[in-house]
């Protein structure tokens, strides 16, 4: 038997559902005023967040309390899998703003292993973004200003995996070093000498070793890598044992990008840092690398979800999107441009560069 999710709770005083408050820390009712802490409590309650092995979830071999099920709905738009409690039928996706109708469907996956909690209220999520619209100068002030004015941020919990990971690598290749050599040329019918630098390469080889903790990979597909790239660094010694109390008056997106696919995509980072060690194990000025064997062990992983506040708006028939770290701060979204305020510094500017001109001419 899996596990459903369930991210509503009721408050002891008025039984009105709670929502988590990034400010207290706690769960609180927006009806009476009443506060709960959250609790410890669930399967992993009292116990530090701990890695599982990867090659057993490959083969399908986790305990059965590492899966749970819980309602989802893909869009038809930009395909993110969005949880939805028993109550919700239709909504607005909230990566794009396109009508949603749920279904019935079930999402069987690997429960999270950690949450990092919102530190920032939507409040302050819109005031994050509102400035950074601000310095986008040739953003349209429709947009601004429906942005200031529409409706509230969306407070979703992204998936990634992290990837421990131990390495051994064996590498060949060749140590370049600079060197100059003195050369004689012609220059307007005289001799001149000049330093030439040349390379001299020896062969090279070696071993370098590295262990890799918690290699972060998104396993979401609705937000394009470049913004959620754009949104780090997290603070990941803050990651609390999943409690679903943080998740209360929160939506949790599930996870799109499966447990190998995310691994590939984590082997990729690891083999750009093994890279840099070998190149730097070789020296020299200059490096050639041949080869590069690896052997990887001890491989773990974890399911965490991480806090993103995201606006979706459509203006004059497009969809921008923009998210906030729910940690930080930090924002990133799709640039608007505004066509006349294009035009106007392009008209100013040639205004600028005819009276410059005219002046130089004047004065010669």
Request: hydrophobic share 35%.
């Amino acid at each position: 038997m899996t596990d459903k999710t369930e991210h509503r709770f009721p408050c002891e005083q008025c039984g009105a559902d709670l929502r988590y408050d990034p400010n207290a820390g706690a769960l609180m009712c927006d009806h009476c005023g009443h506060s709960q802490p959250v609790t410890d409590q669930g399967p992993w309650a009292g116990t530090a967040i701990r890695e599982l092995d990867f090659q057993k979830a490959v083969n399908n071999l986790l305990p059965a309390q590492e899966i749970e099920e819980t309602r989802v709905t893909k869009c038809p738009n930009c395909g993110a899998q969005v949880e939805f409690s028993e109550t919700t039928h239709a909504l607005e996706c909230p990566f794009c703003a396109t009508p949603v109708v749920t279904d019935t469907g079930t999402h069987r996956h690997i429960k999270p292993r950690g949450v990092l909690p919102f530190v920032l209220t939507e409040k302050q999520a819109r005031d994050a973004m509102t400035r950074w619209l601000g310095k986008l100068w040739f953003a349209p002030n429709g947009l601004q200003e429906y942005a200031r004015k529409g409706r509230k941020m969306d407070g979703i919990y992204v998936p990634y995996w992290t990837f421990d990971a131990d390495t051994k690598s064996r590498y060949s290749g060749e140590r370049g070093t600079i060197y100059y050599e003195t050369e004689t040329v012609m220059r307007d019918g005289k001799r001149e000498t000049r330093q030439v630098a040349k390379i001299r390469w020896t062969p090279a080889a070696g071993r370098v070793a590295r262990f890799f903790d918690d290699v972060l990979v998104l396993a979401s597909r609705s937000l394009p890598a470049r913004y959620t790239d754009a949104l780090e660094p997290w603070d990941l010694s803050a990651l609390t044992p999943y409690q679903p109390q943080y998740l209360a008056g929160f939506r949790a997106e599930g996870y799109a990008v499966e447990l190998d696919e995310g691994f590939d995509i984590a082997r990729g980072k690891m083999n750009r840092v093994i890279e840099r060690d070998v190149r730097f194990d070789i020296g020299g000025d200059q490096q050639r690398i041949h080869d590069i064997q690896t052997q990887i062990s001890d491989v773990t992983f974890k399911h965490i979800l991480l806090p993103v506040w995201l606006a979706a708006y459509k203006y004059r028939g497009k969809t921008y999107r923009f998210v906030v770290n729910g940690q930080t701060g930090r924002v990133q979204g799709e640039r608007p441009w505004s066509a006349w305020k294009i035009a106007l510094a392009v008209g100013v500017g040639l205004i600028v560069a005819g009276v410059a001109g005219y002046f130089i001419a004047q004065n010669q």
